[in-house]
């Protein structure tokens, strides 16, 4: 878990933050003020960890498995992807066609270290689950030490 320095915030920093929020909201656009609807949001994701593994769970609906890449580096584990979107409606009076695109990136830390070659990802349902299998640690030795 990553330490965020503390400063003080001006008085009026909360109101700011808020007020910021409600323009963010009414033009169509997110925290970071990336373009709603745009597919630029990153994966909601949920993590678990037993004794012998972590289990990562993402949302990527409407996805297909070849739109989007799992790697792994050193403690950090990322998924990376791109949606694209196209919709188009022939009616007698009107033609629509309708394109949403993005991509998104979303990396996140490993509590411990994993055994690379035994990771295991599945995709159902716009679902994406990965299995990290935690590394054996070596057990502590106790070791006495004789006087002479």
């Known amino acids: ?5 503390w400063k003080e915030q001006h ?3 909360e109101l700011r933050d808020e007020i910021d929020h409600i323009f963010d909201n009414f033009f169509g656009r997110g925290r970071k003020g990336e373009r709603q609807g745009s597919g630029l949001r990153s994966p909601a994701v949920d993590m ?4 012998k593994e972590i289990i990562v769970k993402a949302e990527m609906p409407g996805l297909e498995p070849n739109d989007f890449q799992i790697s792994l580096t050193e403690n950090t584990l990322t998924i990376k992807g791109e949606k694209k979107e196209e919709k188009e409606e022939k009616k007698r009076n009107y033609h629509m066609v309708e394109r949403r695109y993005g991509s998104f990136y979303r990396s996140i830390p490993l509590p411990c270290n994993v055994e690379t070659d035994k990771v295991e990802a599945n995709y159902k349902k716009g679902i994406l689950e990965i299995t990290l299998p935690k590394a054996k640690v070596a057990k ?5 030490v004789n006087v002479k």
């Open 1 to 5: 878990m990553a330490l965020i320095p």
């Open 11 to 13: 008085p009026l920093a």
């Open 48 to 51: 678990e960890e037993t004794d």
């Open 140 to 144: 502590v030795k106790q070791i006495n």
